[in-house]
Nanobody
């Protein structure tokens, strides 16, 4: 069983930046970030391939503002979020998948508990 632990969420103002981290207990995976706002379905944010991270994919809503990266030595994946908007407010989840990177939740086997990001106007 692989455990994923997210950190780095918080309350910020519009235009600010945050860096989310996700630490994995083991394994080798493609990694993704998803988010879920109140009353909405969980949606794809970004994904990165294993092992080099040479392939990334972003939701249109975050492209150019968010950057996903990974450090395999630390078994960690990061989400740098810049120019945050109130509509980015959500619980952000880290996920680990056994296939090539995907935008679909069903492609990911392991999930973290989530970290809250709140962006005030």
């Amino acid at each position: 069983q692989v455990q994923l632990v997210e950190s780095g969420g918080g309350l910020v103002q519009a235009g600010d930046s945050l860096r989310l981290s996700c630490a994995a207990s083991g394994g080798t995976f493609s990694m993704g970030w998803f988010r879920q706002a109140p009353g909405k379905e969980r949606e794809f944010v970004a994904a990165i391939s294993w092992p080099t991270g040479s392939t990334t994919n972003y939701a249109d809503s975050v492209k150019g503002r968010f950057t996903i990266s990974r450090d395999n030595a630390k078994r960690a994946v990061y989400l740098q979020m810049n120019s945050l908007k109130p509509e980015d407010t959500a619980v952000y989840y880290c996920a680990a998948g056994l296939t090539t990177i995907s935008r679909v939740t069903s492609a990911y086997k392991y999930w973290g508990q989530g970290t809250q990001v709140t962006v005030s106007a």
